[in-house]
């Protein structure tokens, strides 16, 4: 009976500790995310919805955000893989190569970040660095930067969600994500065929 006894209480156990949530240290970027961005300009109240689907890749340093319009539409992919960055802005019919992930992302999202920032944003949020203050409260993390005129808060108290939002000047980024994969395949940072696109390196 005693062995019995310990063996139920041993299953409890392990069953109470699979049952809680992800502490700070499994929370990774790693995966592929979707969900919606919107994107706002505060003095026009111009407002733009979008879909993406994010594959963010830390370990490998590579990064791919697909951006549809409403049935699907495409209307940029931005590609980061190691040292290089890509754009392609498909209703424009231009594609961007930079060494600057920063000046790419720019013309993606109107605010001058290093997209590298996503990989804390999407995993485990970190402050961005020296020029940031940050303030951690419960499971959301808001940080300010007046060396480049940004804030931005993010929400991670589900590991596989995210909501974040960046602010910089007029301009607003809001994201909702959610992870649908926790594994990414090399296919899914191959870049776009550019026969169909001129490209101009900035």
Not at 112 to 126: A, C, H, R, V, W
Not at 172 to 196: A, C, E, H, I, N
Request: glycine share 4%.
């Amino acid at each position: 009976m005693k062995s019995i006894a310990k063996l139920f209480l041993l299953f409890l156990l392990v069953q109470c500790t699979s049952n809680q949530k992800s502490g700070p240290g499994s929370l990774t970027d790693v995966g592929v995310w979707q969900g919606k961005v919107l994107m706002v300009n505060n003095v026009t109240k111009f407002k733009k919805w979008a879909y993406v689907i994010w594959a963010s890749d830390s370990e490998n340093n590579r990064m791919r955000v697909n951006v549809n319009a409403v049935f699907d539409q495409p209307v940029a992919t931005f590609l980061k893989n190691k040292s290089t960055n890509d754009l392609w802005l498909f209703l424009e019919g231009k594609h961007f190569e930079s060494n600057d992930g920063k000046k790419l992302f720019e013309y993606l999202t109107k605010l001058s970040l290093d997209p590298k920032i996503f990989y804390s944003l999407l995993g485990e949020p970190q402050s961005p660095g020296t020029e940031w203050q940050c303030v951690r409260e419960k499971q959301e993390m808001s940080c300010r930067s007046e060396t480049y005129k940004t804030q931005f808060r993010v929400d991670y108290g589900e590991v596989n969600s995210r909501t974040i939002v960046i602010e910089k000047d007029s301009n607003t980024l809001q994201l909702k994500l959610s992870r649908s994969k926790v594994q990414v395949k090399d296919s899914l940072f191959k870049p776009v065929s550019s026969s169909q696109f001129k490209t101009i390196k900035i």
